[in-house]
């Protein structure tokens, strides 16, 4: 009795150690873009030949990543737990536009080319801004990774149906092996040598808790869809 006593113990104790180590793992992944982007655009700051304009551009989006790293911070303190008790209606034109200045830094060093299309009168969807911005992100991320110096990479916007809007986004890397789509969103698995692996774990998290979906098209060879779909707001 007391040797089971003491492995239960042991098991806890092991249990609350990983569990710590999830959770470090995943704040430096969550913490990584915003930090670069403060940082390139700090490093901009520094030339003298930045012009006014953009000095104060510059630093509207360094307060704002700011303000987003604060917010992601009061977030993670409930420790992966993604929970969105109100949702709120959600314009997508300006929720992409969000992420793409807050990915800035990252496609103008790749050279890659964004083309974004978001269907004329789109009914705002249902959400979380941070969280939704944060999976968009991710996924985004994910996209720039994957697609070579000078690629392209599609955003679209558009209704899906009387329920439903799609954001989608599609690279044109090197895509996903067959064998290895159906793990794509299990916490820290990832193909990438740095990879935590806890990026798309964190986006199914997301769309799960929005009441959402997500699904990935994707060829070996051929480049990578992921579809995100977010309930519309019925209330208009």
């Not at 551009?57 to 917010?71: A, H």
């Not at 536009?97 to 060093?109: C, D, F, Q, Y």
């Not at 679209?156 to 794509?184: L, M, Q």
Request: charged letters at 30%.
């Amino acid at each position: 009795y007391i040797y089971v006593s003491c492995l239960q113990k042991k098991m806890v104790e092991m249990q609350k150690l990983a569990a710590a180590g999830e959770m470090a793992m995943f704040i430096t992944h969550q913490l990584r873009n915003p930090l670069v982007t403060i940082g390139g655009f700090a490093e901009q700051l520094l030339s003298s030949r930045v012009n006014r304009e953009k000095r104060e551009r510059n630093l509207l989006i360094i307060r704002n990543e700011i303000k987003r790293l604060e917010k992601i911070l009061l977030r993670l303190t409930q420790f992966l737990k993604v929970e969105i008790k109100e949702p709120v209606p959600i314009e997508v034109k300006e929720i992409v536009n969000v992420v793409l200045r807050g990915s800035e830094t990252k496609i103008k060093s790749k050279k890659q080319k964004i083309k974004v299309t978001v269907e004329s009168g789109l009914p705002k969807i249902l959400g979380d801004p941070i969280y939704v911005g944060e999976a968009l992100r991710n996924v985004l991320d994910n996209a720039l990774d994957a697609t070579p110096i000078g690629g392209n990479i599609f955003i679209r916007g558009n209704k899906a149906n009387k329920e439903w809007v799609v954001i989608s986004i599609e690279d044109t890397g090197k895509g996903i092996p067959e064998s290895i789509k159906d793990k794509v969103f299990q916490a820290f698995f990832s193909t990438k040598e740095a990879g935590m692996g806890l990026g798309l774990s964190y986006v199914k998290k997301v769309m799960d808790a929005c009441g959402g979906k997500i699904e990935v098209e994707s060829e070996e060879g051929e480049g990578t869809l992921f579809k995100l779909y977010f309930k519309i707001n019925e209330r208009g």
